[in-house]
């Protein structure tokens, strides 16, 4: 499960942050997530049960998630479109020169905390 090491990464830096601004604890931190990462809301509640059992400092913290549609961009005919998972062509044109542009995002929006 790759969502435990994405979220504590974030709560590692969060933790630096908090702690610079004098913060003990960690209320709520919002997160910002493509779809493209196939991050369940499931596997992200287990990744922050396990975070919360190493880090007292987020003993009762609360994760809000915004979800950050997919999508690519035909370099051949230039048509933008959405999706949940990469994709092979263009379903315009069915050629195969894709680029990303977004979708796999895992940042820290914000937190809050006393």
């Not at 396990?50 to 998630?65: L, S, T």
């Not at 933008?80 to 929006?109: M, Q, T, W």
Request: proline share 4%; glycine share 8%.
């Amino acid at each position: 499960m790759h969502e435990i090491g994405l979220l504590k990464n974030a709560l590692s830096s969060v933790k630096h942050q908090a702690l610079k601004e004098g913060l003990r604890r960690v209320d709520l931190v919002e997160l910002v997530v493509g779809k493209m990462q196939g991050i369940t809301a499931d596997s992200l509640a287990l990744a922050l049960e396990i975070a919360r059992a190493d880090e007292p400092m987020f003993a009762r913290c609360r994760v809000k998630v915004k979800e950050v549609e997919g999508a690519m961009e035909c370099l051949d005919c230039h048509g933008r479109f959405s999706l949940d998972k990469p994709a092979d062509s263009c379903p315009s044109c069915h050629g195969p020169n894709l680029k990303l542009i977004s979708g796999l995002e895992f940042y820290v929006d914000s937190y809050s905390g006393s």
